[in-house]
């Protein structure tokens, strides 16, 4: 008698988003045995809603990038728990580091250059052979040249664009432009609409709670119908995928290990490329470890400082930081020299009295290996001498730290010029690792009506997660999608084609 679907072992390593995507989906399918591997001790991944000021804030994934075509906006608008952020990343003051506001007309004239429209941008860029590095300096100065812009000082607007740049850098998560192919830049898309959609007061674990249907169900645990089904706490340290039974055998961090009909691997591909070596027995094939090193993968940081009471104007939402040249020489060689990457802080939805700062490359990734009281003090040292309020003495400080966490290494993917070089993409990451096997009877059907078995490819090893999406990458309705289509991967093999009512799970 052949095996259910319903008994098939199925262990996905990592709780993030895709991870918690991918089960819940599963579950849907019909499928039972099913099993989540998490080396955190909490659900959620580069998802991590935390307590903060009057209510919460997200050290990882913050907004709903979009409305059309985003699975995120469709899951959560059914219960109104987005909001609209408005313009506060357009709204923002240009101050220079001897406290100079550079005037609203010059300001805007900058902001309007460097925002040239998307239509502009992919028409272009589909012929750029270079970086989008040299595509943006040589639209920026090309634009600063025309008659109109003669009166902007040079000077500042080079200050402006060196901001610009970090402000674009954290968006990818490159260290610099000139990493970022400017063909490959084109591989994502944007969803139309808001694409700065904020949770209100309750935060992106929200998601979670809608995939896990606690909400709904409304359990103690987020962990909802995923209960039971998830071992925190527990590292993979191999990943043995024998192709001559067709089955898996992991090996955990505690000593224990466990065999498996079919494992999906959502960790980031951070820890891809530090581990796959390692970690994979027998090693992967070429393509992937091509797709493994070609696809870039970058660091981005939060700094949130809470004040007693907010000492800004009601309409300001905001600075970016123009370092004057002959400034950074305070900074520089010394122990604050991190600082000059820590591009502007922002007003934060909900949170009357909190500043969010963001940092980016090596310098964000130093500022991890800081005590927090030696961060907090930098970020006053940049209050203070930027702005000309007086800036009163925090409340309260936290900041992220993706890189040296070892379950992440780092924020999310992007397309390199090493990505084009070698001539790889999230098609080959996402691509499974197969064995030859026979088509399954597919299920409620007569074994006399079911045609000869035939040949065919079983997925045993397969990959999920955000930087496996071909055109969402670094979102989290990437990552929730590439869940999915791994879900309905193993449904299709198994002949499940439609995911049955969550009344029958």
């Not at 664009?161 to 944007?190: H, I, P």
């Not at 409304?218 to 995923?226: E, M």
């Not at 040296?404 to 390199?416: A, D, E, I, K």
Request: hydrophobic share 40%.
């Amino acid at each position: 008698m052949s095996k259910s679907h319903r008994d098939h072992k199925i262990v996905i390593i990592g709780a993030g988003a895709s991870g918690v995507a991918c089960a819940t989906k599963l579950l849907e399918y019909g499928f039972q045995n099913v099993l989540i591997v998490e080396a955190e001790s909490r659900l959620g991944g580069r998802i991590h809603t935390i307590p903060f000021g009057e209510n919460v804030i997200d050290l990882g994934a913050q907004w709903c990038h979009g409305e059309q075509d985003n699975i995120v906006y469709e899951l959560a608008s059914q219960h109104d728990l987005l909001e609209s952020t408005g313009p506060v990343y357009e709204n923002y003051q240009c101050v220079r580091s001897n406290r100079e506001v550079l005037p609203d007309n010059v300001a805007s004239r900058l902001k309007a250059i460097v925002g040239d429209s998307l239509v502009t941008r992919q028409l272009e860029l589909q012929h750029c052979s270079g970086s989008l590095g040299s595509y943006l300096s040589s639209k920026f100065y090309e634009m600063l040249r025309r008659p109109e812009n003669a009166d902007i000082d040079p000077v500042v607007a080079g200050e402006f664009f060196d901001n610009y740049q970090k402000f674009e850098n954290s968006v990818e998560a490159s260290d610099t432009l000139e990493e970022v192919s400017g063909r490959g830049y084109l591989d994502y898309w944007e969803c139309e609409g808001d694409i700065l959609l904020n949770w209100k007061d309750k935060g992106f674990v929200e998601l979670l709670r809608l995939l896990t249907r606690s909400r709904e169900l409304q359990t103690s645990s987020d962990l909802g119908i995923l209960e039971q089904r998830v071992l925190f706490n527990r590292r993979v340290t191999k990943i043995n995928w024998n192709r001559n039974d067709a089955r898996v055998e992991l090996q955990l961090n505690n000593g224990e290990s466990c065999v498996a009909d079919h494992v999906i691997v959502t960790v980031s591909l951070g820890v891809l490329k530090e581990q796959h070596l390692q970690l994979f027995e027998p090693q992967l094939p070429v393509a992937k470890q091509r797709a493994i090193q070609g696809l870039a993968f970058g660091t981005v940081n939060k700094l949130f400082v809470e004040f007693p009471a907010a000492f800004w104007p009601e309409d300001w939402t905001g600075f970016t930081l123009l370092w004057r040249q002959q400034d950074l020489a305070d900074i520089r060689n010394t122990p604050l020299a991190w600082l000059e990457d820590v591009f502007g802080f922002y007003r934060v939805s909900y949170q009357p009295r909190v500043l969010a700062g963001w940092i980016i490359n090596a310098n964000g990734r130093h500022m991890e290996s800081l005590q927090p009281a030696e961060v907090l003090a930098g970020c006053m040292y940049l209050f203070r001498r930027f702005l000309h309020w007086h800036i009163p003495e925090p409340l309260g400080f936290r900041s992220s730290a993706w890189y040296t966490n070892p379950y992440f290494r780092g924020s999310y993917s992007f397309r390199s010029m090493d990505t084009e070089r070698l001539g790889t993409g999230a098609s080959d990451l996402a691509q499974p690792l197969t064995v030859v096997a026979m088509t399954p009877p597919s299920p409620g059907r007569s074994k006399m009506l079911v045609p000869p078995q035939s040949r065919c490819d079983k997925p045993i090893v397969q990959f999920a997660g955000e930087a496996s999406s071909e055109h969402y990458y670094s979102t989290v309705h990437g990552a929730v999608e590439a869940g999915w289509r791994e879900a309905k991967r193993l449904a299709d093999f198994y002949g499940l084609s439609v995911a049955p009512a969550k009344s029958q799970l």
